[in-house]
């Protein structure tokens, strides 16, 4: 009986071969820690309790936990994985299934825990092994003697013999073990080894003498079993993410420029017929509708883009909504709130924020628009702003349709453009323009006569 459920997630470690002042399980694969990774690729098992060993910068790392469910436990000294989970013990039942995993390793499947989970079936020790080509820095998983291939123990690195190293065979880090054999067994690890460290691993050794039984499940995908140890082995990960991700993505028709420079960090969903140019970056809750164009270099947060919409080359956006068959970029930003509706341009240099854009409008060039509502059909020229801020408040600026703003103007929020109205270049606009009229605020032009430029003095 797997009831109840325990799981223990190791997260105490400095990670020292990191090199960072950032505890290990914080740093971030594909725009989530890993810790994070580990904790959502168990949640659907729904266990009893779930408890976080922390300890090297532990309120970092208890912090990141907070509101998730989870207990967090210090472990202090972080004297090994056999320490860790001891540290554990006094919060675990007497009965059930306890699964231990590291939270060095995110990319578990929900569905290879649950597997390791059953097939402990509180009453075996399971582990999960994999076949590894390079298995340096692994525990090795020491088969054989009297029993044929039966598993005997596992083997750190650093404690292996030649022969041993020679196994290709390497302990994962996550096992599921019967909670009251393990309560007792995991108290009676010791340090007596190459690193002077609680191996949780000595539990393997453990059972096979204690008859309990031992059942070694080998994993078939090695990305999900990767641990990270290293700024090198954390960016190989997340490349077989991306990667991941990206057939993901190809499997579902989106057609990738280069599958190897795609990021997605969050949730991408795409329509039919989506093309996405080398790389960008999406972060967040992203949606791009029916035939959308996405060109090279885009970085694109928590954004709905709507069919048929082509975003250019080196556009960056973030909580923005696109309409229908809007083009935007190349080189524009938009920020939160920017609400395009269907058709609508937004060229190079143009900065949208807080701002809603009814059909057809077009600001093509060099301009800003902060907290405004602007009508459909409006023609906002280059270089144009509304002036949002008077040093202490916001205010909104409100555009009708088909109103025309010359070029370098500066509409002084709060103000109204009527409808049909047009704003001549030039103009620093404070007070409302009614509909239909034309505004202008600049100086007359002179034109002085007898005038004539100054010439370079010779040397
Ligand atoms: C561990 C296993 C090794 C396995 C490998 C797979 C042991 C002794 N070795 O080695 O057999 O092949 O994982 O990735 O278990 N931690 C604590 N407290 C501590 C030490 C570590 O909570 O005192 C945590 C770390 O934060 C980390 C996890 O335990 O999340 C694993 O620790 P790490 O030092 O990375 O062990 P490995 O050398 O990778
Ligand atoms: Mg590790």
């Not at 972080?78 to 060095?104: E, K, M, R």
């Not at 292996?160 to 190293?165: K, S």
């Not at 057939?247 to 093309?275: H, I, W």
Request: hydrophobic share 40%.
């Amino acid at each position: 009986m797997n009831s109840p459920l325990s799981i223990v997630i190791m997260a105490a470690g400095r990670g020292t071969r990191m090199k960072s002042e950032r505890p290990k399980v914080l740093h971030p694969l594909a725009g989530r820690s890993l810790l994070d990774h580990v904790r959502n690729a168990v949640a659907p098992l729904a266990a009893d309790r779930v408890l976080v060993i922390v300890g090297h910068k532990a309120e970092r790392v208890e912090a990141s936990v907070e509101d998730s469910g989870a207990r967090c436990i210090v472990q202090a000294p972080q004297l090994g994985t056999g320490h860790a989970v001891q540290q554990a013990v006094p919060q675990l039942p007497d009965a059930g299934t306890t699964l231990i995993l590291n939270g060095d390793v995110p990319l578990i499947a929900t569905d290879t825990a649950r597997a390791l989970v059953d097939a402990c079936g509180g009453r075996a020790l399971a582990l999960l092994t994999v076949l590894l080509d390079d298995p340096t820095g692994y525990g090795r998983v020491v088969r054989g003697g009297d029993s044929g291939d039966a598993v005997k123990a596992i083997v750190e690195h650093k404690d292996a013999t030649e022969a041993q190293r020679a196994i290709r065979e390497g302990y994962t880090g996550m096992m599921a073990a019967p909670t009251a054999w393990l309560k007792r067994a995991v108290m009676a690890i010791d340090n007596r080894n190459a690193q002077q460290e609680y191996y949780l691993t000595d539990l393997v050794a453990m059972a096979v003498r204690d008859g309990v039984p031992v059942v070694a499940t080998q994993a078939h995908d090695e990305t999900e079993v990767l641990g990270v140890n290293s700024p090198m082995e954390l960016a190989r990960l997340e490349r077989r993410f991306q990667r991941r991700e990206a057939e993901r993505l190809m499997q579902a028709g989106v057609r990738l420029a280069d599958p190897d420079r795609l990021d997605v960090r969050g949730t991408l969903d795409c329509g039919a017929d989506v093309s996405i140019d080398v790389g960008c970056v999406f972060e967040g809750r992203v949606t791009l509708g029916d035939g959308v164009t996405i060109g090279a270099h885009c970085v694109i947060r928590n954004a709905k883009i709507e069919a048929g919409a082509v975003i250019q080359p080196f556009t960056l956006m973030d909580e923005a909504v696109i309409g229908p068959g809007a083009i935007v970029g190349p080189f524009s930003r938009l920020r939160p709130g920017a609400v395009l509706g269907a058709d609508v341009h937004i060229g190079n240099f143009v900065e949208v924020k807080n701002s809603t854009l009814g059909k057809g409008a077009k600001a093509n060039h060099l301009a800003y628009l902060g907290d405004a509502t602007v009508g459909e059909r409006v023609n906002y020229g280059a270089g144009s702003i509304t002036a949002n801020y008077d040093g202490a408040n916001k205010h909104r600026t409100t555009i009708g349709n088909d109103v025309h703003i010359g070029s370098n103007s500066v509409l002084v929020a709060p103000v109204a453009i009527g409808d049909g109205a047009t704003v001549g270049g030039g103009s620093t606009i404070a007070q409302d323009v009614p509909a239909g009229k034309l505004a202008v605020t600049r100086a007359k032009q002179v034109v002085v006569e007898g005038w004539t430029r100054p010439k370079k003095k010779a040397k």
